[in-house]
């Protein structure tokens, strides 16, 4: 229903696409915004919806302990952020060349496949090679945020990332309830059911979704811009450009301490119980869907992008360092909310980058970021996890749970403070 209101919110209206957009549209430009919104949704839902079925999956596949299962997880999780790290600015340079519908509509077909070979995998190594394949083509979040950069005006492009930002929240919540119901018919269930839904929305882009990648911003396919590392040395080189991204990974690291800590500091802190711990992430989940949806542009009108990225940030690190010291479950419960509200800056910052490239790097633009994404969902939890270990184990000097969210508080006041001094005068 979140996702219904997000794709009925106010859109673009058709003259403000491109020309060329306009020229060949038969069906109304809300559908294939529609379809963008879905994909993102699968996109998120696939990480969600096996994970909890993989415990089991990996014992039934290795023969191994829950111990050496965990072991597997890890290098699955890790596996498929690393390939969303090398493939997005790849799939986004790639988008920026044959365009944007048959970059999103073969991932689609792929990612439907790889789904079903997983739910046949009858070795641990299929499982590997499959979440390979799965973070290739879950890569494809760079190419549909580069869609909606094509389809909206300068002042549009905040408010349009907050829908994708929606579609993602809502996936991050759907994922592993819907998981957690289709393992009741066995571990394969899950993931034949994301191939269903993966082969359902390709159908469904052939039919609505319309090409915006014309001949005025197609460009050459070079492997110099489409690697990780010659996509961001090359987007950096923009002017002040290089400030705001740094500014983009520190925001993400920082926020990686949610998915990576929260059942460990509510469980250690709370003693909540793991049905209670889906519960405060499917409010989270469902409270960031509501920011991004709904507050985006009423935010930016009242105070502007480069205000809106600052608020953010600024209630980031207070709701951190909140965080680090609450010592009441329900007033934790009650607060979920209200820290979901930091997450007005992401759009309004990505809304800046995207002003910030020319038309015909978007695709690249949104690569690079995706990229950044995967590095900080690979980092971070490594660091976030050590930091509660230390101080949560029975020898730790110090008693103190909440220290990653502390660690995240600093990280975020450091985007923070490199925004206000050199990137906020850019974002103007």
């Known amino acids: 229903m979140t996702l219904a209101l997000a794709a009925g919110l106010s859109l673009p209206d058709r003259r403000d696409y491109p020309w060329s957009v306009q020229k060949t549209r038969k069906l109304p430009m809300r559908l294939p915004v529609l379809f963008i919104l879905i994909t993102v949704v699968i996109d998120a839902m696939g990480i969600g919806l096996i994970l909890p079925v993989m415990p089991d999956l990996i014992r039934e596949t290795t023969g191994g302990s829950l ?98 930002g929606a579609a993602f929240g809502v996936g991050f919540v759907l994922g592993p309830v819907i998981g957690g119901l289709l393992a009741e018919w066995g571990t394969r269930a899950p993931f034949i059911a994301a191939a269903l839904l993966a082969l359902a929305n390709a159908g469904f882009g052939w039919l609505v979704l319309r090409e915006t990648v014309t001949d005025r911003i197609r460009r050459p396919f070079t492997w110099r811009r489409a690697n990780p590392f010659g996509a961001i040395r090359a987007v950096s080189r923009l002017a002040g450009v290089g400030t705001l991204i740094w500014v983009y990974f520190l925001y993400h690291f920082a926020t990686v301490v949610y998915p990576a800590i929260w059942a460990y500091f509510t469980a250690e802190r709370f003693g909540w119980s793991p049905g209670l711990i889906g519960i405060s992430l499917a409010v989270y989940g469902l409270s960031l869907a509501v920011v991004q949806g709904t507050l985006i542009g009423p935010a930016i009108r009242a105070f502007g992008e480069a205000r809106t990225v600052l608020l953010g940030l600024v209630i980031e690190v207070v709701s951190l360092v909140i965080l680090g010291f609450i010592s009441s479950g329900v007033l934790l419960l009650l607060l979920i909310p209200v820290t979901a509200l930091g997450a007005i800056g992401l759009p309004a910052l990505q809304g800046i980058l995207s002003r910030a490239v020319a038309d015909n790097a978007q695709g690249e633009l949104q690569g690079v970021l995706t990229s950044l994404t995967a590095v900080a969902m690979v980092l971070a939890p490594l660091v976030m996890t050590q930091t ?41």
């Open 67 to 164: 111990a050496q299962a965990a072991v597997w997880g890890g290098i699955l999780s890790t596996a498929f952020a690393a390939m969303q790290f090398l493939f997005g600015p790849i799939l986004g340079a790639l988008s920026d060349r044959f365009g944007r519908r048959p970059v999103l509509l073969t991932s689609l077909l792929v990612m439907a496949a790889d789904y079903l070979v997983m739910a046949l995998a009858g070795s641990i190594w299929l499982l590997l090679a499959g979440r390979i394949v799965g973070g290739i083509t879950a890569a494809t979040h760079s190419t549909a945020s580069a869609y909606m950069a094509d389809i909206s005006q300068p002042h549009e492009k905040a408010r349009n990332f907050g829908l994708i």
């Open 388 to 428: 509660f270990a230390s101080f949560t184990r029975a020898e730790a000097a110090l008693y103190l749970p909440g220290a990653p969210f502390l660690l995240s508080a600093a990280i975020m006041a450091l985007a923070t403070v490199i925004y206000q001094l050199r990137g906020r005068r850019i974002a103007h």
